[in-house]
């Protein structure tokens, strides 16, 4: 073999490594997810129902997103989901921030989406945000609405 | 008869002082929110008032309760610390008045409704939620109070009817204007719509 063919191979073998390094790139950012995971913190909120929402869904303040959620489970003596967050350092949550479990679309996926409160207090890591909206299930509301009529 | 340790009896005995005080702390939420529903109850019905007697004792009623500038605040969020004392004043007394009238029309409809205590849940002794059912003969809606202690009193600062939250509702839009067109604008466009 001589040195023009090595030469080629090496420089289609760099192509072929360029190649996958762009196409990993490009699946991990299509996925939504950090390359290089960034500093997150812990939050947790308890709703009433979190129906349709899964580990690893996001968590949206002002449609941007700034977290993940992280686990949900139920609280056995409540009865309510409990569920725990990261949210990216830098993001601070005020004490009064609500958090909601909405649909990205009519029946998009769900996320938790936060809006930010004007207390002066800041959650702590670990804190808990109060204020929590459930998730609407629209099942539910077809159900209210053939049991208990249309309203007046 | 076995020897009578003084010590230990009396570090007992402080023991159960202590937690039968902790434990009789803090006021029950339900009870305050229970009296003040039976107290608009009574307003609605009783048919010697006229509607704007209900509406002012009714309103009385609700003043006692409701905390409308915590809500207010809340609404408002970041926004409200750049607001001046006096726009915040105002924000306040145009935000009562327009939840009092999207709510007083209840009184002209009431027609009996019982209203349940389902839920009650007391946190780090000073936030509480109350969880409430208006019921009628052919449905109940749901209605959870937000509330914290001062003083001994439980005071409302949020609203969530059907799992959505008076204060979230507002936020997004009173806080859209603000950003968009300023506050002025704001309380212009609430003035407006409450005349």
């Given at each position: ?152 | ?36 529903m039976d107290d608009v109850v009574a307003v609605l019905k009783d048919s010697a008032l006229s509607l704007e ?143």
């Open positions: 073999m001589n040195v023009k063919n090595i030469n080629l191979e090496i420089i289609v073998g760099l192509f072929m490594l360029a190649g996958l390094a762009a196409f990993g790139y490009l699946a991990v950012q299509l996925a939504g997810k950090e390359l290089v995971g960034g500093k997150h913190y812990t939050i947790t909120a308890r709703f009433q129902s979190t129906s349709g929402l899964i580990r690893g869904a996001g968590v949206e303040l002002a449609g941007v997103n700034v977290g993940t959620v992280d686990a949900i489970y139920l609280d056995k003596e409540e009865y309510e989901s409990v569920v725990v967050m990261s949210i990216e350092e830098g993001v601070a949550l005020q004490e009064d921030s609500i958090a909601s479990v909405r649909s990205t679309g009519l029946i998009g996926d769900k996320i938790v989406s936060l809006t930010p409160g004007g207390a002066d207090e800041i959650l702590a890591p670990g804190g808990e945000i109060i204020d929590t909206e459930p998730s609407v299930s629209l099942e539910e509301l077809i159900s209210k609405y053939i049991f208990e009529g249309g309203g007046d | 008869m076995p020897p009578f340790h003084a010590p230990l009896f009396a570090i007992a005995v402080a023991f159960m002082f202590v937690w039968a005080t902790a434990a009789a702390e803090v006021p029950s939420p339900s009870d305050q929110v229970r009296e003040s007697d209900k509406e002012t004792r009714i309103r009385a009623l609700v003043d006692e309760r409701f905390d409308f500038q915590a809500m207010a605040q809340r609404t408002l969020g970041k926004e409200w610390k750049s607001t001046s004392a006096e726009e915040q004043q105002r924000f306040v007394e145009l935000f009562r008045e327009q939840l009092a009238r999207t709510y007083l029309v209840a009184i002209t409809t009431y027609t009996d409704e019982r209203i349940d205590i389902v839920k009650e849940k007391v946190k780090d002794n000073r936030l509480a939620q109350v969880n409430t059912s208006i019921v009628s003969t052919d449905l109940s809606i749901p209605v959870d109070y937000r509330l914290y202690l001062r003083d001994d009193k439980w005071w409302v600062y949020d609203v969530v009817i059907e799992g959505a939250s008076l204060v979230n509702n507002y936020r997004s839009s009173y806080q859209g204007v603000i950003k968009k067109q300023g506050m002025g604008t704001l309380l212009a466009q609430m003035e407006e719509k409450l005349n």
